[in-house]
């Protein structure tokens, strides 16, 4: 696939399958041969008879040299004509397997005795069938008549020439054996196919992607309708794959899989991260960013933003430092803008910096309002730097310092979104950068500091002496199949018990029937009712009964202030976005053990 933003026709996805059948088996006539050779070389009997030795070894190096001059023609080829290869190889992998239990079935003619050069053989079969199976996962045209051929007659060969009465023991397990590995077959050929599916269909997506930001960029309102709704789309598919990938890191797996789970939570968080991103770009343009003003402990927000990066930093021979002088513990602010600020700029310091160190420095300063100091965040790395005739740039939209450097990617948009939070937010950014030295960002903040909190009172908050662990009955309603399964499993890990429906209207009925539900999780986007008139309903339900209030959750890929205010106006106590993450489902079911939402 030679680029990612075209679509793909039957002729090409063909192509692509033919290629990979090559690219796996070029090298599998060896492994028949010496599984031949070891084999009959075990056995006192066989090796005798070195003609016949010799007959089959050249028809498994035969074999192999024709694999490679399959092999090469399509590496080599541009355009392919699928049908004659793949003739080739139906052929090829049919003579294989004639080939392997004509050998197999001269050893047990010539020694019958059920011993180790027979045990050897079988175990070879079972590998090379194995093998055979997953190389031809591509094309179930191939994989039907090798499977039929390595097995039937070579089960028929046990029957016949093995010493009585294990002969029909081992022909019955060879052809079990071979019903299993035929469906494991068909199992890996869908799989296969779903995922090159899947593959060309993120390929169009991506397209659909690119055009959509050409059109976007004529008009400010466009671009933020636009990426608000491709979010949602993208959003729905991510809480599938983030969801999936965090059921199987609290699987039983070993080191290498858990790397691999690992790349895939990464992976997606940044992906994630890239699209809020975009769309808190997209909010800035049409001016529909809001700030929040909460109490918090900007320590605690330091903590969790170089925390959450730590992870990061393991890939390179880079020290992460964290100084922090006197500061007040309590402030009044928006400190998940904070947050994202110092995420950006501690991530953008990573991307640079090759070895060396990371520092962030925290200080504050009194303000000429009483009630206001300016704090003053300092992150400065030993990266790349910067040229001072690239330095009026880097807060630009879509400009790269790394332009010319294809080993460094990004989006462009990190240090534009950053500096425009900060402005927002009523601060300043600057930069101090020498090249091939390092650089240094300076972001100053004001934040308010009430009487209250110089009073030193603090936020009060649960403790978890007073989250209780019984059992919550839950009502999720949600009307994908994939979100259904991943919800599900992520609430019994926290100790759930969940019902299920797939429309607002299910779970008004199953409310009815059954009102002791702890808590609701309720999609705001399905058919015959959505979420938001489902709500209203059970609102009015428990009016009418004077029961109490059910908790109610949102739970949708939206993430714009317009929707969340829609889902509380509607009678929901809480909101989720997708995907979300454990750690977030478990924050609102420990809100839900306490009674915190009344």
């Known amino acids: 696939m030679k680029n990612a933003f075209y679509r793909l026709d039957d002729n090409q996805v063909s192509d692509i399958s ?118 031809l996962a591509p094309s179930y045209k191939i994989l039907r008549p090798y499977c039929f051929l390595i097995c039937v007659p070579f089960a028929l060969a046990a029957g016949a020439f093995l010493e009585a009465p294990g002969n029909y023991t081992i022909a019955c397990l060879i052809l079990g054996y071979g019903l299993f590995i035929f469906g494991m077959g068909k199992q890996q050929h869908r799989a296969y196919w779903q995922a090159l599916n899947d593959n060309l269909n993120l390929s169009a997506q991506a397209a659909e992607l690119e055009k959509a930001k050409v059109a976007a960029e004529c008009a400010a309102q466009a671009k933020a309708d636009f990426l608000a709704s491709m979010t949602h789309e993208i959003r729905t598919p991510m809480n599938g794959v983030l969801g999936m990938a965090q059921l199987l890191a609290m699987s039983d797996l070993n080191e290498q899989q858990k790397q691999q789970v690992n790349v895939i939570n990464n992976a997606g968080r940044t992906l994630i991260h890239i699209i809020n991103n975009i769309l808190d770009y997209s909010k800035m343009d049409a001016k529909q960013l809001a700030l929040e003003q909460l109490l918090f402990n900007p320590r605690d927000v330091v903590n969790e933003a170089v925390l959450l990066l730590s992870v990061q930093f393991e890939k390179k021979p880079i020290k992460l430092a964290c100084i922090m002088d006197d500061i007040p513990e309590w402030v009044q602010g928006d400190p998940y803008r904070l947050h994202q600020v110092l995420y950006n700029l501690i991530g953008n310091a990573f991307k640079f910096t090759d070895e060396g160190e990371i520092t962030i420095k925290v200080s504050c300063q009194k303000s000429h309002d009483e009630d206001t100091v300016t704090f003053i965040f300092t992150v400065s790395d030993t990266g790349i730097g910067i040229a001072p005739e690239y330095r009026q740039y880097i807060f630009d939209q879509f400009y790269q310092v790394n332009q010319f450097n294809s080993n460094i990617r990004g989006t462009g948009l990190g240090l534009s979104i950053t500096q425009r939070l900060v402005e927002f937010m009523g601060g300043v950014i600057s930069v101090e950068s020498t090249l091939g030295v390092g650089s240094a ?141 454990l750690e977030d489902l478990e924050a609102i079911i420990n809100r839900i053990r306490i009674a915190a939402f009344f």
């Open 18 to 135: 033919l290629k990979d059948i090559a690219r796996r088996s070029r090298y599998g006539g060896i492994f028949y041969l010496f599984a031949f050779l070891g084999a009959v070389f075990s056995s006192v009997t066989a090796r005798e008879h070195v003609y016949i030795i010799g007959f089959f070894s050249i028809c498994f190096l035969i074999l192999q040299v024709y694999r490679l001059v399959l092999f090469n023609k399509l590496s080599t080829t541009n355009e392919v004509t699928v049908s004659p290869y793949y003739t080739h190889y139906c052929v090829l992998y049919s003579a294989s397997a004639i080939a392997w239990v004509g050998s197999s079935a001269w050893l047990f003619f010539v020694n019958p005795s059920i011993d180790l050069a027979v045990t050897i053989n079988m175990m070879s079969a079972a590998c090379l069938s194995i093998g055979g199976v997953n190389v």
């Open 441 to 581: 960002f300076t972001v100053e903040l004001p934040f308010t500091v009430t009487e209250d909190i110089k009073m030193g009172l603090s936020p009060v908050s649960g403790g978890e002496s007073d989250i209780h662990t019984e059992t919550l009955r839950i009502l999720l309603a949600e009307d994908n199949k994939i979100n259904q399964m991943i919800c599900e499993q992520l609430l019994g890990k926290l100790g759930c018990v969940v019902d299920v429906v797939e429309t607002g209207r299910g779970a008004l009925e199953k409310f009815t029937e059954n009102k002791h539900y702890d808590a609701i999780f309720m999609d705001c986007n399905m058919p015959d009712m959505d979420g938001f008139l489902a709500t209203a309903a059970i609102r009015q339900v428990e009016k009418n009964t004077e029961g109490s209030e059910t908790p109610i959750i949102a739970l949708t890929a939206h993430v714009e202030e317009e929707v969340r205010h829609k889902c509380l106006e509607s009678g929901m106590n809480d909101f989720l976005s997708k995907p979300f993450l």
